[in-house]
């Protein structure tokens, strides 16, 4: 799965963007220097969101939306088409 499919699929999941989930954990008080376990539970107890797919958003709150191009257009199963994530939604592609 893409790091972008991680996305795409917590959205399909909680019914909101990438971008309003993050503007939700920062009005929560949640930085790049909180735990991410503290960010994983939260997404877990309010939006049902495994660990493997919380750890994609908080990777994108620590680092980003810039991700290495180690894998874009590999072609592989872990293949994203850019470096840039898309954090504004599945409707605005």
Do not use: C
């Amino acid at each position: 799965m893409s790091y972008q499919a991680y996305l795409d699929a917590i959205e399909k999941k909680t019914g909101r963007t990438p971008a309003e989930l993050l503007g939700e954990a920062a009005d929560r008080g949640f930085t790049p220097a909180s735990k991410a376990g503290d960010f994983v539970s939260w997404l877990e107890d309010d939006y049902d969101v495994g660990r493997g797919h919380a750890m994609a958003l908080w990777g994108v709150l620590k680092n980003g939306a810039t991700i290495s191009d180690k894998h874009v257009g590999s072609g592989g199963t872990h293949s994203d088409p850019s470096t840039e994530l898309r954090l504004d939604g599945i409707a605005r592609r």
